[in-house]
C-alpha cells in the first residue's frame, strides 16, 4: 500500500513539473526517485547509494539519487548527500555532481570525485530538491569548471558540442520555440562535464551510445466491476 501511495505522489509531483511555466527552467530534468516509469538500464550498475570520495581522497557523502534528462535518456548530475561532519554543520547539505566530473571505480564500489578537494565543497551551491534553474546549473558548471583548471593550471573542462547521441534542435517555424530551447540545451550540456562516457569508462565499453535511463515497464491493472469484487468477497458456505 505504501508503495502504491509513493509512486501516485511521485506521479503528481511529475506532472506538477511538467505544467509549471517554463521560463528559465529546464522541464526535462527531474530526479529518478520521482519517475516511476524510468530506471536504470538492465545491465548496468545503479550508483544510488554508493559513497563518493573527494580528489583528495575523502569520502565526502554517498549519492542519493540520479538527475535526469528525460528528453536525453541521460543523467545529468549525481545529487550527493554531503557528510554533515565534514562540512561541521547540522544541516542536510546536498550538492549537484555533473556526471562527468565525477568516475565510478568498479572496483572498489565507489564514485571518484577527479578535480573537486573536500576543501572546495563549501563553494558548490546546495541543492535543495527545487527546479533546477539554468541558472543554477550554470553557477554549479562555473564551480567545478574553476576547481578543475586550479588542479590543472588551464581553463577547466573544455566545450567538447552536443556528444554522439545527442542531436541540437531542428528546423525552425512553428516550433521555432522549442528548436531554440533545444539547441541551448546542447550547447550547454556539450560540456565534457556531462558526458557519461567520463564517468563509466570502460564500464560501458561498446555501449556508450546505449541510454543509460530505460523506461520501466507499466504495471497493467485490469479494472474490477463492483459485480465482480461483490463476489471475491463472498464466502463459499462449508458442505
Known sequence: MKDEVRRADASSREAARQARPSAGVPRRLAPLDDLPNFKVAEGDPDVRGLDVESADGKKIGEVHDLIVDIAAMKVRYLDVDVDNALLDTEEDRHILVPVGCATL???????????????????????????????????????????????????????????????????????????????????????????????????????????????????????????????????VPKE
Open 105 to 235: 571505480n568498479a572496483d572498489a564500489d565507489v564514485i571518484d570525485l577527479t578535480n573537486v578537494r573536500s576543501a572546495e565543497l563549501p563553494s558548490i551551491p546546495g541543492y535543495r530538491h527545487g527546479p533546477i534553474t539554468r541558472d543554477f546549473e550554470s553557477s554549479v558548471r562555473d564551480c567545478y569548471t574553476a576547481a578543475a583548471a586550479s588542479r590543472t593550471g588551464g581553463a577547466g573542462a573544455a566545450r567538447t558540442g552536443p556528444v554522439p547521441g545527442e542531436t541540437p534542435g531542428g528546423s525552425r517555424g512553428v516550433e521555432s520555440a522549442r528548436s531554440a530551447d533545444m539547441d541551448d540545451d546542447a550547447a550547454f550540456y556539450g560540456h565534457e562535464l556531462f558526458d557519461e562516457r567520463r564517468f563509466f569508462g570502460n564500464r560501458r565499453r561498446g555501449r556508450h551510445d546505449a541510454p543509460y535511463i530505460a523506461r520501466a515497464e507499466q504495471e497493467i491493472r485490469i479494472p474490477v466491476t463492483e459485480e465482480e469484487a461483490s463476489a471475491r468477497k463472498r464466502v
